[in-house]
């Protein structure tokens, strides 16, 4: 797996847990949606910087939304193609929740799905291995006219003829 971040792959410095793993007494740790609402009292603690949370898309947004202020880090999940749900939990977890840590695509992450999600507000990303000798980040540049307002302030095609008069 590689970690794509600012269209550079980096170093992971999460580390995450299984729901039997012992909690560390610090550094950056993800748990599962699981582990967040069985021990969430224990959790609660940690700073955001240090903890994260790996949410199935399965998870509404409401019900995530009011402590996504207590991560520094939401993954979402990516199962298979065809399962989008992830794509509005970033979205809704930015506009709605006002959510500033990193919001992070696993899974099934898709090539051509990049730049739909970065625009979503997803900014890092589990890629495939193959995905840096492949040039995948040639996809975030792919397009550059999009019909619709998002995340990444991006003009739309709306706003460029408005601007020109």
Not at 5 to 12: C, E, F, G, Q
Not at 30 to 48: C, K
């Amino acid at each position: 797996m590689v970690l794509v971040k600012n269209r550079l792959a980096v170093a992971d410095a999460w580390t995450h847990l299984e729901d039997d793993a012992p909690l560390p007494a610090n550094g950056a740790v993800t748990v599962s949606w699981a582990r967040w609402t069985a021990e969430r009292d224990q959790l609660i603690g940690r700073s955001p910087a240090e903890l994260g949370v790996r949410i199935p898309n399965t998870v509404t947004t409401a019900e995530i939304g009011a402590d996504a202020a207590k991560f520094g880090l939401i993954a979402v999940n990516f199962p298979n193609f065809g399962d989008g749900r992830a794509f509005s939990q970033a979205r809704v977890l930015r506009d709605r929740y006002a959510f500033k840590g990193e919001i992070r695509a696993t899974g099934g992450v898709l090539r051509d799905q990049l730049l739909f999600m970065q625009r979503c507000g997803i900014d890092a990303f589990e890629l495939p291995d193959r995905a840096i000798e492949e040039n995948w980040m040639a996809a975030f540049d792919e397009y550059d006219l999009f019909y619709q307002p998002a995340e990444d302030n991006r003009p739309w095609i709306a706003r460029q003829r408005q601007a020109r008069g």
